[in-house]
């Protein structure tokens, strides 16, 4: 007997890579249902070969369901999850809602699956910020050798982030360009297309983002709350992949060919570093993969014990919908959770 899943925000753009990596990991699910809004009520989504047609979020009877997928944004997982939750399914948050609440772990499989345990307290597990997801997968095995102090990260992260007005965005503003239109910024608090922008979300009263602050806060969470990180947060105009430049002071002595050793050995991790031109990966290669990929790794020679790297990946897969899926498999790998129609 397999799981009944459920897919909260189906129609969007991580909610349909949910959909995709569900199929394409074959998990146990002997049902799928793809939710949204009343809007969006009869609208098709593809679930491998099949078509599903979305159901209303909000008539929805949860009681059946095992793992909800939720992909519908902060203010209505903030609504909805406690009401799942209490329902016996387990919601795995893609939001911000709840990774900052303490009765809510905050998971990445390959960094700290063992936390899952404390789902139980509120039947809602967090996905972290995309940005985050990546590059604690990259900083995990070389804290677990070395020991990380510091972090210091510049990301150059895709519109794909900001949600499919984003994407139309970035090309209605490109094809403007080309073709000597007005260049309208919407979505953007400037123009995306051909320009980089250094805020993403909103400023807080210390002069960071909140895209920032996140990355802080998260990545202390999740890997150890000791580790100091602060954070330039950019949006470029690149469709999917969000790539980090990466600064890494250990309190360890440790080499570029240590780090490439072990990074190679590490879950989710794949390394691409040859020093010569196209030696590395860029955020189009990585689109529609499952990797972390790594690449310019190197020795910082400004501080001791540091290391340099470049930290790119799919953040609709890795970022949001794998990992979601990741931490679903977790559960019933563990045996956490058992299907409820097997139970009746």
């Known amino acids: 007997m397999g799981y009944k899943v459920a897919i909260a925000g189906a129609t969007g753009n991580v909610g349909r890579e949910m959909l995709s990596v569900l ?3 074959g998990f146990p699910a002997d049902e799928v249902v793809a939710l949204a809004s009343r809007r969006s009520q009869g609208t098709e989504v593809s679930f491998g070969d099949r078509t599903l047609k979305v159901k209303a979020l909000d008539t929805y009877d949860f009681s059946d369901t095992d793992i909800c997928l939720m992909s519908a944004g902060g ?4 609504e909805w999850s406690p009401k799942i939750a209490a329902q016996g399914c387990v ?5 911000s809602a709840w990774r900052y609440d303490s009765n809510v772990p905050l998971i990445v499989p390959e960094v700290n699956a063992d936390a899952i345990e404390g789902f139980r307290a509120r039947n809602i597990i967090a996905n972290p910020n995309c940005s985050t997801a990546q590059l604690v997968v990259a900083l995990k095995p070389l804290h677990d050798v070395a020991t990380i102090r510091r972090v210091v990260v510049a990301t150059y992260q895709s519109v794909s982030g900001a949600g499919k007005d984003a994407m ?3 090309f209605t503003q490109t094809r403007a360009v080309f073709v000597t239109d007005p260049v309208e910024a919407k979505k953007f608090p400037k123009r995306i297309a051909f320009n980089v922008i250094p805020q993403i979300d909103v400023f807080m009263e210390d002069g960071f ?6 990355m802080m806060a998260e990545t202390k969470k999740i890997l150890d709350p000791k580790i100091k990180l602060v ?3 950019v949006r470029v105009p690149v469709f999917v992949g969000h790539s980090e430049a990466v600064a890494i ?3 360890k002595p440790i080499s570029a060919e240590e780090a490439r050793d072990i990074l190679r050995e590490a ?8 020093h010569e031109p196209g030696g590395y990966i860029t955020p189009y290669e990585a689109a529609g993969e499952d990797a972390t990929y790594i690449s310019r790794i190197r020795e910082d020679p400004t501080v001791e014990n540091g290391l340099m790297l470049w930290v790119v990946a799919d953040n609709l897969r890795k970022g949001a919908a794998l990992n979601a899926v990741q931490i679903a498999e977790v559960l019933v790998n563990r045996r956490l959770i058992e299907p409820k129609l097997k139970a009746a």
């Open 209 to 214: 983002t909140k895209e920032e602050w996140k």
């Open 231 to 233: 954070a330039t947060c």
């Open 249 to 251: 002071e250990f309190e």
């Open 267 to 274: 879950p989710g991790c794949l390394v691409i570093d040859k």
């Open 91 to 95: 919601v795995i948050d893609n939001s």
């Open 168 to 170: 139309d965005e970035l």
């Open 23 to 25: 199929d394409e990991r």
């Open 75 to 78: 203010t209505i997982s903030k």
